[in-house]
């Protein structure tokens, strides 16, 4: 025990030197690694900055690009539809050194045709005067089938949803809401408001479609930045009506309109000064700050490009007009518009947290020492086990020499014919057949142990009545148990049925308990072998009075080689194949082995095997 103590202790000391060296050696590499990223953290800034000025000018040239592409493949399109970048707030042409604001749009006075604005008259007289809104409806449906104008369609339209209404038809006015949503998309009336809102303002207060209302104003949040501030304004008081998820999120975007809008405004005011400065490079204009650039576009005017710097910025980064201790100075080209490093592109980055070394460091000292704990029991469990072969083969070799020189000694006695007479003769001879007995089972379960080691024990099953192998093996060990003065108890019931079973078997693992009994009774000279039924298994049970077994050494017993190490154990013979051989033959025949005792009150190991349903019956 002391040198397994010395052999624990300097292992432990090995290992723990060794972790720590480890350690210490891993955070001078840490700490060098991170004295080294700290000097290179300038050179490597500037590199950043140097490839997010690049980025930079890709993203803005690829964007001007795009739009110009649109829109010479779309000579038609709306100038105030929104670009595919989302970057790119409005691209507007330059006229006469004015801005053209994004959402200005050419409208053409026309006279109203004579049918619609009769009827249309009519209607609105009988609406609103007399109350008649049956005959208004009437007068409007005229009014729309004399309209010859988009303008006079879609007002005939509302006005005619509105009548029905009045007139307790909602479903029939809402034919024409949804009308008015599908072909009025560019019809406004006098004020510039699309006639497509007013509808989507009736069908959210009078509760016909809110969704189609919703889907259709988020789409124009979408797909137009910029407008006449009153629609924005009014889009919003729909959203903010509507008040679901969905409107929520598409307010915060008409809020950045409204800034946009407002910056719009103050970028006319001030154009005649930036206009010089937007035809020599990227100029930073506004709080956020926009770029502006003008730009030729053949074969339109001359283009002003307004480029959020925000959403332009490459990954990482930030663009501002402030000048700070962390920013960067671009070139001339960008009208000295500055760039930040985002705290999260830490280019000191490649050195590690100190706690997170301490937890590397940690994590490694707890791993080198759990693999020596797992190395050095697995080096105790072969010391163990090889302990464990070495006093097997001296236990074998005693156990071995034990009946031989019985033999020995009694064939001797008669070849010398020193037997007094044939009562002594008959004794040795006896003594001789149960020594040879005692012999050849120490050598079958040597034999046994080794084909259970290599797979190839073999049980021959065959019908078999337990009370016959119980009793033969009582038979087996009389002469052992009367030679030393042991009482054997035996009790049988006759009802036990017979089953599928090796009977050599089960009688070798039967001598095997009962030897066991034999070895460990002390001074008691009274064994019991029971063989009963007891909950549909047939029971077998050898019961001592002798030393017993501790609780902590019960579940260890039926392991190969594993013996009971005591003062008291120490001088009694025996191989530690015994209870392991029990066990693999219990188990062979579908059955169980348990042990209930205590110290000092003696043992009763007992093997079950289930018996089947119709050998019960």
């Known amino acids: 025990m002391d040198r397994r103590k010395r052999q624990f202790g300097l292992f432990l000391i090995a290992v723990v030197l060794s972790a720590a060296a480890l350690s210490v050696l891993t955070f001078r590499y840490l700490r060098q690694d991170e004295e080294l990223a700290r000097q290179r953290e300038p050179g490597q800034r500037l590199q950043a900055v140097e490839q997010a000025q690049r980025e930079l000018a890709g993203n803005l040239e690829r964007i001007r690009l795009q739009e110009i592409n649109r829109r010479v493949s779309a000579l038609e399109a709306p100038a105030n539809t929104r670009a595919a970048d989302s970057a790119l707030v409005f691209a507007t042409p330059v006229s006469r050194e004015d801005l053209v604001l994004p959402w200005e749009t050419t409208r053409t006075s026309t006279f109203p045709s004579p049918g619609f604005a009769s009827n249309g008259d009519t209607g609105e007289l009988r609406e609103f005067q007399s109350k008649d809104y049956p005959g208004a409806a009437a007068a409007y449906r005229l009014a729309l089938a004399q309209s010859r104008q988009p303008n006079e369609k879609c007002e005939s339209l509302l006005s005619l949803a509105r009548a029905l209404v009045k007139a307790g038809r909602p479903q029939e ?53 910029l407008r006449e501030l009153r629609q924005t304004y009014m889009i919003r008081s729909l959203l903010q009506s509507i008040g679901d998820d969905a409107a929520n999120q598409a307010l915060v975007a008409v809020a950045e309109q409204i800034r946009d809008y407002q910056q719009v405004l103050n970028l006319a005011k001030d154009f005649r000064r930036v206009l010089p400065l937007t035809k020599q490079g990227w100029v930073a204009y506004g ?90 029991r697995g080096v105790n469990r072969d010391l163990q086990t090889a302990e464990m072969r070495s006093h097997f083969v001296a236990s074998v070799s005693h156990e071995l020499k034990t009946p031989l020189t019985a033999i020995r000694m009694f064939a001797e006695t008669l070849v010398l014919g ?43 099953m065959r019908p078999t009545a337990l009370p016959e192998v119980v009793r033969s093996a009582a038979r087996a060990v009389q ?21 599928s079973a090796d009977a050599d078997a089960l009688e070798q693992a039967i001598l095997n308990l009962l030897s066991n009994a034999m070895k460990y009774s002390r001074t008691s000279r009274e064994i019991d072998l029971r063989c009963s039924c007891s909950n549909g298994d047939a029971v077998i049970a050898v019961t001592d009075h002798g030393m017993g077994i501790a609780s902590e050494d019960q579940s260890r017993i039926f392991e190969k080689f594993y013996r009971v190490r005591s003062s008291d154990t120490d001088l009694i013979a025996g191989t530690g194949l015994g209870l392991t051989l029990v066990r693999h033959i219990v188990q062979a025949h579908g059955g169980s082995v348990d042990v209930q005792s205590n110290p000092g009150q003696g043992s009763t190991f007992s093997i079950r095997i289930p018996v089947p349903p119709e050998a019960s019956a």
């Open 173 to 225: 006015a809402l034919a024409n809401y949804q009308e008015i949503l599908r072909s009025c998309g560019s019809a406004t009336d006098d004020f510039g408001i699309p006639f497509t809102l007013y509808a989507s303002d009736r069908l959210i207060a009078l509760k016909l479609d809110i969704p189609l209302a919703e889907k259709y104003i988020i789409g124009q949040v979408q797909s137009v930045h």
């Open 418 to 460: 020193r037997a007094g007479n044939a009562q002594a003769r008959t004794e040795y001879l006896e003594t001789i057949m149960n020594e040879s007995e005692r012999l050849a089972r120490l050598v079958d379960n040597v034999l046994d142990f080794s084909k259970i080691e290599q797979g190839k024990k073999i049980y021959r």
């Open 287 to 376: 709080d956020e700050p926009w770029l502006l650039k003008v730009t030729e576009a053949s074969p339109f005017p001359p283009l002003l490009f307004a480029i959020s710097s925000r959403k332009v910025a490459p990954p990482g980064t930030t663009l501002t007009l402030v000048k700070t201790a962390q920013s960067y100075t671009l070139d001339q080209a960008y009208g000295g518009l500055e760039l930040e490093l985002d705290t999260s592109r830490s280019f000191a980055g490649t050195r590690l947290p100190a706690g997170l070394i301490a937890t590397g460091i940690a994590f490694i000292v707890l791993l080198t020492i759990l693999s020596g704990y797992l190395l050095l």
């Open 479 to 499: 002469y052992p148990l009367s030679q030393q003065g042991f009482d054997l108890k035996v009790s049988i019931e006759e009802k036990v049925p017979s089953l």
